[in-house]
């Protein structure tokens, strides 16, 4: 039986039968419950928060993905290489929630093919790709760390106000008066907070961090409690980056969004900031898995891969450039302003 994305249940692809995931919201939020950051980087956590499983490691991208045991050879997913499973198991954090798929495999392909059919100078085997139903995609789920923190942060800093000053010019033998603008800078300090909750930070290195950050946001209010239910009929990549790695990345993230509040808080026409000092509190953490749809294209010996959003059909991708139809684009340009070069001459 298999996981039947937007519906929550099984169904069985030979005769049709379905059965309910088990689901209530009482045990939901026991189950998303996040666990304590220092804890866990401590190697603190409970025996029930960790688990073993059995990965499929690419050497060529890298990527580890979840496989049946009874499975010992397989294509990789991330970029189509051949490649042979590790008999042996990892232990690792176990994931504490899932966000089912919701878009199907027609659907997901339907988003892909507007995506690639909006390319310019794409090479035609390309649109052939994308107009083909024949065209495959992967059902993955890759996994995240969310991080939570109770942030409160000090700064220094200049606020810039803008005022203009009044001079003489003078032009071509002509005097005239304009506006300058001019800034005056002063010192600030002050103090800044933030909650977060839901710092998302991809825990693989198989997809480029910018093709992660481009599927966002992803509505994690739709989270479920972690059930391999969800995960039957599709695959589960392991994290290659692990906890401690994550929520550096993490912080970084959320530093980007305190300077924001800085700013905002110096006010004024521009602001110069010199230096955050942050404290983060409260700190968790959880390991999640989010859905996305993936196909991978080879052109020319090099492999382009292109991901769907699981849950809003957002496109992310690589793409090849077709030397022809630049070439002929810039070939036509050169001619039409040969054209009005011409005309303009002839006038």
């Known amino acids: 039986m298999r996981f039947a994305p937007g519906q929550r249940r099984l169904t069985c692809q030979y ?23 220092r804890e866990a980087l401590a190697n603190h956590l409970p025996p029930q928060a960790m688990e073993e499983h059995r990965v499929l490691s690419c050497s060529n991208c890298g990527a580890q993905v979840e496989f049946d045991p009874a499975q010992h050879a397989a294509q990789c997913p991330f ?39 909006r390319l310019w100078f794409a090479p035609n085997k390309l649109k052939d790709y994308a107009r083909s139903d024949g065209s495959r995609l992967d059902g993955l789920y890759v996994p995240y760390w969310s991080f939570d923190a109770d942030t409160r942060s000090r700064y220094r800093g200049e606020r810039g106000d803008a005022y203009y000053e009044t001079r003489t010019v003078t032009r071509n033998g002509k005097t005239e008066t304009e506006r300058v603008r001019r800034i005056r800078w002063t010192p ?24 992660a950050h481009a599927l966002e946001p992803w ?30 990345i993490g912080v970084q ?3 980007e969004v305190i300077r924001q509040d800085v700013r905002r808080d110096i006010g004024g026409d521009e602001q110069r900031v010199h230096s955050v000092d942050t404290d983060h509190d409260n700190e968790k953490f959880k390991h999640v898995l989010l859905p996305i749809w993936m196909a991978a294209y080879r052109y020319r010996d090099k492999s382009y891969r292109f ?6 059909g957002k496109v992310q991708g690589e793409r090849p450039w077709s030397a022809w139809k630049i070439a002929g684009a810039v070939v036509v340009a050169l001619i039409v302003a040969g054209v009005v070069l011409y005309v303009t001459q002839g006038r």
């Not at 005769?15 to 950051?37: F, M, N």
């Open 15 to 37: 005769c049709g039968h379905e059965q309910d995931i088990p689901y209530s919201e009482g045990e939901r939020e026991t189950a998303l419950e996040a666990y304590d950051l």
């Open 79 to 117: 970029c189509g290489s051949p490649v042979v499973t590790d008999t042996g198991t990892q232990r690792q954090i176990k994931p504490g929630a899932v966000l089912p798929f919701k878009l199907t495999e027609r659907e997901a392909h339907d988003a892909m093919r507007g995506w690639l059919g």
């Open 253 to 255: 993230r959320m530093d």
């Open 307 to 312: 991901i769907v959003n699981g849950q809003t």
């Open 219 to 248: 509505m994690l209010g739709e989270l479920a409690p972690y059930n391999p239910q969800y995960l039957s009929g599709f695959r589960a990549e392991g994290y290659t980056v692990q906890l401690p790695e994550g929520h550096v």
């Open 188 to 211: 600030v300090s002050g103090r800044v907070a933030r909650d977060f909750r839901d710092m998302l930070v991809m825990a693989s290195q198989s997809l480029p961090r910018n093709f």
